[in-house]
């Protein structure tokens, strides 16, 4: 990719979105937190970065909209260097930052007007643009009121539309839903899926399985900076193997191994299901979790085991790179459900 | 309606901006939260009104004999001004570096970062914006001082020029404010840091008293603070004559004995202060942003 001239780069349609050939960073203090990573994501693609707190998805992401420098490597955005025609870079991307990024004191349409002024949106076109956008992300009637009192998930929805004011090609959304509540969560999906629908390439990164499969054609996961495994939701998941259903019983070790070996000999799972001995009971994996669940609970009454509980859940990051990595992760479980603010349109 | 795929080229075509555009941008968004905060605008002008109004009221007397030692007749009101002008230019300055402190930590520093607006233009637009509170501070204190009786020697043109002092004087503590921004990212470290310095500074320098009549260890101190270059250019264009004791300079004639020295190193600390954070504002925006 690095040899691809310049001049050619922003006008070819067949040129990648992004990039990446062996890219390294090193922060001063010695931190190795992106170590070669070789990635190319075609135009028009929803791409996931998914990895725990800590995995270098941050740094990446910085990293390909020019805040960060790559100690290696080459990086092309659109066809431009990210070193040598930084400014065409960041014409020509959208990002979100992990963190909200609006002015407290200006109103939703004010820092609209300001994304617009720094993106240079033609002065004719500013006041459509804006009002389209504060439509779309359902601030139309707040739009004059100052942001320091809106709620997460507007503040979220604010952002997000802050960093399309200039309709860019590429968008890059560091974990754009982290801690919203479902409803604001699901409202930024879709909006995000009518971006992509209309051809604009999604950069993304999450902790959240849910959300990468939710959105993304293609993910990478990402770990201590490297890249671990990469494919669509659907191979990812079948990496893992299916669901989960877990089945707490009552007794001790011996019950727990007594009730795996049920799970194991029955004939309700593949053959290849994963069945796990746990804290308090056993976890089996399989694509039959759900449909062949309620049939292993009839069979370990039978065998005279009680049953104290049971629950079938789908994978989550840590079940992906239990499955990949054969180790746990730290995971930080702020799953989406429970956390933050309310949304939808009240204040906070 | 939502963003429409856009090819690299049409998207790079730039529309609206230029580098005065970035700054008008920027300076207008400053000016928008300015106004939206009244209060640090009130706030920044009571201590220099308060110490306006008790210094002539309490040391008047003094300190009428101690500035009037040339026999010449100005009263301490018309001494001191110049000082208080200076004193809110300092105070102004101060604050610069908490606006960038709250743009780091509301993200909309990262935000700048990542568009395409010229960076330099970014800073030279809030800073412009700063120079206009301080001027309109400024000129509030002349009228001040002009209501309690001093006098401006050299009448609109002289207040003017006051007002230019000022807000070059400005430049060096509001570069300071915000390296010390940069350095802490901490609001109340950068305020503190401004603080402290601020009353120590006016207070060693000619602002209350002339130099003849202060400690000899200050009038050393005195001669290396640039409050000392801020209040005598200030006062020189009061008075209408020269004033400059820390270097003695005749090649000008009257005022511009006091104004081309105090400008040149007024101008110098400007570059040398504005170099220092120009040089930490890239450092901060270019490496670690974390």
Redesign the interface.
Known sequence: MSDRPTSD???D?SRPAIAMDGVELT??DGTAAVRGIDLTVPT?ECFGFLGPNGAGKTTTI?TL?????PTAGAIRI???DVEREG??V????G?M?Q????????TAR?NLR??C???????RERADRID?LLD?VDLAAVADK?TDDFSGGMKKRLDAA?A?V????LVFLDEPTTGLDPKARNRLWEYFR??ND???TIFLTTQYLEEADALCDRLAVILDGEIVSEGSPAELKREVGGEILEVSVAGEAATREGAADIARAVDLFEADAAVDVTDDGIAVTSERARSNGTDLLVALRDADIQVTGFNVRAPTLDDVFLAITGEHVDVEVAEPEGALTADGGERA | MTPEPTDGTASRSRSGNSFPGDVWVNFVRWNIKAVRNPFVLVVSLVQPIIFLILFTQVFGQVATGAVNQGAVDISYETYLVPAICMQVALAAAATSGVGLVNDIENGMFEKVLVSPMNRTAVFLGKTAAEVVRIAAQITIIIGLGVVLGAEVATGVVGAVGIVLVGILFSFWFVALSNTLAVLTRDQESTIIGANLLQFPLLFVSTAFLPLAVLPGWIQVVARFNPVTYGVDAARAIMLGRDVMTVVEVTAFGGVYDTLVPAVAVLLGLAIVFGSVAVYMLQRASSANVQ
């Open positions: 780069g922003p006008s349609a922060y001063a028009g910085k909209v020019t805040l960060l420098r659109n066809g431009f400014r065409a960041r014409e020509t991307v990002y930052s963190e909200t990024s609006i002015d407290p004191e200006l004010e300001f994304a002024d720094a993106y240079g949106v033609p002065r389209e779309l100052r802050t399309l200039h309709r860019p090609p009518s971006i209309r051809g604009t």
